[in-house]
């Protein structure tokens, strides 16, 4: 008879928690986002400290606890993940009192530092699932992982080196703008995205929002990111040695890893910045689109104030695209109001989405070419 009641307990806690991703559970008073995924990877560029937790137990060494405290002296948490095994797959077949194991975990974290029991943490509980025996399931990662951020954030307002990039992306600094990452966060409908990012000198701090929210979202298997391509405007080449079409500088990151996609950030910065203002918008559009396979929907991150070189290439476009136009003040500038909506595609701005270009007009207005 305990056994049945042990196992109902059971059956009874997993099935609260084994429900698809971005729901949420309240946990022992905290709030968790729940994720079912295969395997957990570590989030590159991201100051984490990793409490390891054996498989079916709670304790933690008296040195990663002291490791935290150390650290929180001069740091505050943002995100916290508990991270175990959906193993056995059988509920009936577990042998741990899971409800248990999973409090004890809690008490042992909540115990080295109360003040994680924060409403400005966002928790999450991720139950790996692709492991098939209990030998694979002791390899995985169990334990907890404190994403973490300094108390002192430095502001940048013009992204001019890699270290500033770097900064950016670890979370040591931060911009005062945040146009791309509040456009990808209102769109979650999009799916299966090519995305072609005007990578020259303005646009760095804007370009790295998106890596930003894409690495968020990879934490949790749930970027629709699939492919990045970024231009330059020609590599160094002067403004006579820019031929429509193939004035050159566009790349591709060849996985969606978040290493290789800053690798590639780091080395198109390095080939070039634009020099001039007009850029080769339509010239990189057409390379990804013509050369790239797995997407469905077309993405340009763009700047507002640069003429796009290349808008006699506009025929081209055979498919929709998305415009996140990026500094816009005084107006919309008229070679991206073409590009949206001579393709079928949409203008989003830091506040507004806008789908038809009367809409945009009446809201924006034209810019001209002192805005």
């Known amino acids: ?41 570590f989030t590159e560029f991201t100051p984490q400290l990793v409490l390891r937790m054996d498989y079916a137990k709670f304790e933690v060494s008296q040195e990663q606890i002291d490791q935290w405290s150390r650290l929180s002296q001069r740091h ?18 577990w042998r741990t009192n899971f409800d248990e194991l999973l409090r004890n975990r809690l008490y042992t974290l909540l115990a080295a530092d109360s003040t994680l029991r924060n409403k400005n943490i966002r928790w999450n509980m991720i139950l790996q699932t692709d492991c098939q025996t209990e030998e ?16 002192k954030v430095r502001i940048i307002d013009e992204v001019k080196t890699p270290t500033d990039l770097k900064a950016l992306l670890t979370g040591y600094a931060r911009s005062r703008d945040s146009t791309v990452f509040k456009v990808m966060e209102r769109h979650p409908e999009w799916h299966d995205l090519l995305v072609v990012m005007d990578w020259t000198g303005s646009m760095y701090k804007f370009g790295a929002q998106l890596v ?4 968020y979202r990879t934490s949790t298997n749930n970027s629709s990111i699939r492919h990045f391509v970024f231009f330059n405007d020609g590599n160094k080449r002067t403004t006579n040695q820019k031929v429509i079409g193939r004035t050159g500088g566009v790349y591709r990151a060849r996985t969606t890893e978040l ?9 198109v910065m390095k080939k070039g910045n634009g020099g001039d203002s007009p850029e080769n918008d339509l010239e990189a559009l057409l390379a990804g689109i013509q050369y790239l396979e797995g997407y469905d929907e077309v993405v340009l991150i763009a700047d507002n104030k640069s003429d796009v070189r290349d808008i006699e290439l506009l025929d ?9 136009l990026c500094d816009v003040k005084n107006g919309i500038h008229p070679d991206y109001l073409q590009l949206a909506f ?14 038809h270009e009367d809409e945009a007009l009446q809201q924006y207005g034209v810019a001209t070419q002192q805005d």
């Open 1 to 41: 008879m305990k056994y049945l009641i042990h196992i109902l307990a059971l059956t009874l806690s997993l099935s609260v928690l084994l429900v698809r991703a971005d729901d949420r559970v309240m946990y022992e008073g905290i709030p968790f986002y729940r994720y079912q995924i295969p395997t957990y990877t």
């Open 76 to 93: 505050v948490p943002y995100e916290i993940d508990l991270v175990f095994t959906l193993y056995p797959k059988n509920i009936k077949a």
């Open 136 to 151: 694979e399931a002791k390899s995985y990662f169990h334990g907890f992982v404190i994403k973490y951020r300094p108390k």
């Open 212 to 215: 930003l929210w894409h690495k």
């Open 259 to 267: 290493e290789e996609i800053v690798k590639m950030m780091l080395f």
């Open 316 to 324: 081209k476009v055979d498919r929709p695209v998305r415009i996140i």
């Open 342 to 355: 001579k393709t079928g595609g949409s203008i989003h701005t830091l506040h507004d989405d806008l789908y």
